[in-house]
């Protein structure tokens, strides 16, 4: 067993290391962060629209199987509807897990996950990018994700005769997690620019709220990491599930989450741009100088 220790025990990299440490302490890897983004690169391209509608598609497919079996009567509408909530309550937790991963180890060079965290740490440097971003441009990676993924997923269940509700179980999460990146934009949206009903949806606790994920972009960023509904934040950070996590990847590997260092400075919010810059549309509806609210 280990001991929670608490994380101002442990001090910042740059100084010595503590003498129960057992493995060598590593520097937290460079961040390879964007500039800002230019205007082009928040339009979406074709390829980013066909993954997007790929990834829809394979959703469709499995809610619509899902509803077939019902209409069948092979199960009542209960079932698949419970299993939609578990999913959209599960995704809200994987999307947490997952941020936090991106928030605090690896870097641009990572395999696989690099591209991810280079941009999770960009948008830590300007957070409103992302509300200026089209649909697909933003949605696209996840619905990539899905479009590879689901379809075998589903695939399988049919031919395993697996009832409406693991289908429904399976759309719902795919959904969610690809939906996530929206809700995640609109938490940092201006109130006037979001669509009728989603302030009502944020303030019900259906999506993740603007207050709820402002705090995320506050120093030390180490807390309200899920971007769905937000509804694990509170019992993740009350019992410090992702600090204790922390403790055990540090006591077997020796690398330090970045939440437990000073603050590199380029994933902090560029308040020095936010205030000389004024946010202006063009006549194509997209933001030429972008900043943060």
């Not at 025990?9 to 460079?30: E, K």
């Not at 719902?172 to 949206?189: G, I, K, N, P, R």
Request: proline share 7%; charged share 15%; glycine share 6%.
């Amino acid at each position: 067993m280990y001991a929670l220790t608490p994380r101002c025990h442990l001090p910042p990299i740059r100084r010595s290391p503590p003498p129960c440490q057992a493995a060598s302490t590593t520097s937290p890897p460079s961040l390879s962060v964007p500039s800002r983004a230019d205007p082009d690169e928040l339009r979406s391209t074709w390829p980013q629209r066909a993954w997007t509608l790929a990834g829809s598609a394979a959703i469709l497919s499995s809610m619509s199987t899902s509803a077939s079996l019902v209409a069948a009567g092979s199960s009542s509408a209960a079932e698949p509807l419970a299993a939609a909530f578990a999913a959209y309550s599960l995704a809200d937790l994987a999307t947490g897990v997952y941020h936090w991963f991106v928030d605090n180890y690896g870097d641009a060079s990572t395999p696989v996950f690099g591209s991810q965290i280079a941009a999770f740490q960009g948008h830590h440097r300007y957070p409103s990018t992302i509300t200026f971003r089209e649909p697909c441009n933003n949605l696209h990676a996840l619905a990539r994700a899905v479009a590879l993924a689901l379809v075998p997923v589903d695939t399988a269940l049919s031919a395993a005769g697996s009832p409406a509700a693991a289908h429904a179980f399976a759309g719902a999460f795919a959904a969610c997690v690809v939906l996530s990146q929206q809700f995640h934009a609109w938490a940092h949206e201006k109130r006037r620019r979001l669509p009728p009903g989603v302030e009502a949806l944020q303030d019900a606790g259906v999506l993740v709220s603007r207050a709820q994920h402002a705090a995320h972009h506050r120093q030390p960023y180490n807390t309200n990491y899920c971007i769905v509904s937000g509804m694990w934040n509170g019992v993740l950070d009350r019992y410090r599930v992702f600090e204790a996590l922390e403790m055990v990847v540090y006591f077997r590997t020796g690398v330090r989450p970045r939440s437990w260092d000073e603050t590199d400075a380029s994933w902090k919010e560029d308040t020095g741009a936010v205030a000389a810059a004024s946010a202006t549309a063009g006549d194509d509806g997209l933001l030429h100088t972008v900043t943060a609210d």
